[in-house]
């Protein structure tokens, strides 16, 4: 997603000399990798689009991931990005020469550019649980990232561990089309629904008639998603407002024993709260179990708890999400005088003002450490740091520079003004969740996602050692 925005912007501006490297045959990424049953986004559709790229045609107010994928392709094709992508590619190296980046690519070539954006997103490399026996079962085990479809599991009693955003969408739409659903619980989630109707023909058409309408539903999404961010961001009313519906949602479940099971001990949202339309429903169905009793070991037959009960299954769902702090890595990143990323970021991911690395002159990334992705539009984020790299390559391109890259000090007071803001927000109220880094802070932007687009709006040259 991010890579096909920074590249349409590059042409939009004119610039046709910029390869897009992509390891799979098509494009797409989470949407291309992901496409486990009832997949959708929890951002509105209207919102989670790029504002140079339109789409009046979205089905429903948070469309499936299908329908993203398709999107995803079309802004490739009409933007003239599939024509500089080399598929099937995948980058292993890249290495600063001293006045240019030498990338060497799995196809045996080895070629220079002038700047690398990585734009490898966050969720992409599956995390895989360390439990004992996994490899001896006996049916078919698969991560929610690489879904069997060639599996009829109408007949089948399917477990799944893992009960995050992608569990609660794989629990909804499969339970009801399955014998037995075994859900494996570690610890509660919280959840919202929130309904999703389907946009009506004439909705469509106003979208596709009036360019306007659609812009101004775009802002309106964004404004209402903006308008929580003080609810993340600090103690107070709109926060105790939105903790206290949060929790008053599980009422929905009837069973005491159940809803207590299913009670969070911690703050609503300070994990990626889940958003879903029909989750209270298809937890309480009669083929489903909800298994909190840890598990212990995975049998050819099914999954063993520390009860010692073996919980029977065909199928084994891998919800288990993925490691959210690779970004580019394993590539090996090579600046000036040996210096690879690996060391750079040898006590956790690091970029300054979420873009950029001290070390490494005209690279830049896309969703960087400390973007802010907590529940907000990730097309909207990306387009923000595409825009800043573009103002970058601009100034290159006009001979104002030879090459940039953040100064330590630069970087560390942006970090000095995160840790300061961090302990005011939800996600840093005690709880495990992918945000966290090594550090046991959370990866993310401590402010509203309005300050990102001010602090990238404005390029800070005295934050850069920049060569003429
Ligand atoms: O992954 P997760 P996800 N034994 O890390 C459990 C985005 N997304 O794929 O809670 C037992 O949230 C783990 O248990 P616990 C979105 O940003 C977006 O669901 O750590 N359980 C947890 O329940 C989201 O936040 C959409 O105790 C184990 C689950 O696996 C992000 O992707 C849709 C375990 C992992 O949850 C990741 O979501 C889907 C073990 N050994 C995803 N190891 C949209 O709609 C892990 N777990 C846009």
Redesign the pocket.
């Given at each position: 997603m991010s890579g096909i925005c920074m590249g349409a912007l590059l042409r939009r501006s004119g610039i046709s000399t910029f390869t897009v490297f992509e390891k799979a045959e098509r494009v797409g990424g989470t949407w291309r990798e992901n496409t486990y049953p009832g997949?959708?986004?929890?951002?509105p559709s209207r919102f989670y689009q790029f504002t140079f790229a339109p789409n009046p045609d979205w089905t429903h107010r948070m469309s499936p991931g299908e329908e993203i994928w398709a999107y995803f392709e079309k802004v490739a094709a009409d933007t003239g990005v599939s024509e500089r992508i080399r598929f099937a590619t995948t980058v292993t190296e890249a290495r600063w020469t001293g006045t240019a980046w030498a990338v060497t690519a799995s196809d045996g070539t080895c070629e220079e550019y002038d700047f690398v954006v990585s734009a490898t997103g966050i969720?992409h490399h599956p995390?895989y649980?360390?439990?004992a026996g996994l490899e001896s079962f006996t049916g078919p085990a698969f991560h929610?990232a690489r879904w069997d479809h060639s599996l009829d599991l109408s007949d089948k009693r399917v477990a799944m561990?893992?009960?995050?955003?992608?569990?609660v969408?794989i629990l909804s739409d499969l339970a009801p089309r399955v014998e037995k659903f075994l859900m494996?619980?570690?610890?509660p989630?919280w959840v919202v629904p929130l309904s999703n109707p389907e946009f009506s023909a004439l909705t469509r058409r106003l979208h596709r008639r009036f360019e306007a309408y659609d812009r101004f539903s775009y802002h309106v999404s964004r404004k209402i998603i903006e308008s929580l961010s003080p609810a993340l961001l600090h103690p107070g009313r709109t926060r105790a407002a939105l903790t206290w519906y949060i929790r008053r949602q599980l009422r929905r479940i009837a069973d005491p024993d159940l809803r207590a099971r299913l009670t969070p001990d911690s703050e609503p949202m300070c994990r990626?709260l889940i958003v879903s339309p029909n989750y209270f429903d298809a937890v309480q169905r009669d083929n489903v179990e909800l298994v909190t009793t840890g598990?212990d070991h995975v049998e050819p037959t099914g999954i063993v708890t520390t009860d010692g009960v073996l919980h029977a299954c065909d199928v084994l769902v891998l919800?288990?999400?993925?490691d959210a702090h690779a970004y580019l890595r394993p590539i090996n990143l090579v600046g000036p005088d040996g210096y690879t990323l690996d060391e750079a970021w040898a006590a956790g991911p690091k970029a300054y003002q979420t873009v950029a690395v001290p070390g490494f002159p005209n690279f830049f990334l896309l969703m960087g450490p400390n973007s802010p992705v907590g529940n907000y539009s990730l097309t909207a984020i990306a387009e923000t740091q595409a825009n800043y790299v573009l103002e970058w390559v601009g100034r290159w391109q006009r001979g104002e520079i030879s090459s940039a890259m953040p100064t330590h000090e630069a970087t560390e007071a942006f970090y000095a003004e995160v840790h300061q803001a961090m302990p005011d927000t939800v996600w840093a109220t005690g709880c495990?969740s992918?945000y966290l880094g090594t550090n046991g802070e959370p990866e993310l932007f401590p402010w509203a996602p309005e300050r990102h687009r001010e602090l990238l709006g404005t390029v800070q040259d005295d934050d850069f050692a920049i060569a003429r």
């Open positions: 997949i959708a986004c929890d951002v969720l995390a649980p360390d439990i929610s561990i893992g009960t995050g955003s992608t569990g969408q494996f619980q570690r610890t989630h990626r598990i919800a288990t999400g993925f495990q992918w």
